[in-house]
């Protein structure tokens, strides 16, 4: 399959195709959003979370950590960082680290526990 191969981009458009003639194909719809993750976690530095911890205010690496740290299974890390930014950042900053941080629990199952500590740790972020 083009999953096993490595080729994200291949196994997106095949998906996409889907999603085209039917916009309300959830397992195509979740797959395009997996796929264009993996497409973008795979490309960071492995060293994604070193650099984030020395330079905290980053915004980049702090996204790129995150991402990191959901593709080693560090999930509650990850969300922890950006609900961590957010409190740190405003305007449009903090509109880039939330909109990410949103898409990001989209990778997941609304009711898995470390979104739902996500979700609540970030409202509180914001209010």
Known sequence: ????????A????SYQAILDSDPNHAEARGAVRQLAFLMRAT????????????APDDIELALAAADVQILSQDVRGAFD??????RRTSGDERTLVRTRL???????????PDVIAGRRNLANALY
């Open 1 to 8: 399959s083009d999953l096993e191969d490595g080729d994200f």
């Open 10 to 13: 291949a196994a997106s458009a």
């Open 43 to 54: 490309a960071h530095e492995s060293d994604a979370v070193t650099a984030a911890d020395a």
């Open 81 to 86: 960082r950006l609900v961590a930014l957010i």
């Open 102 to 112: 949103i898409e990001l629990f989209e990778l997941f199952d609304p009711a898995d």
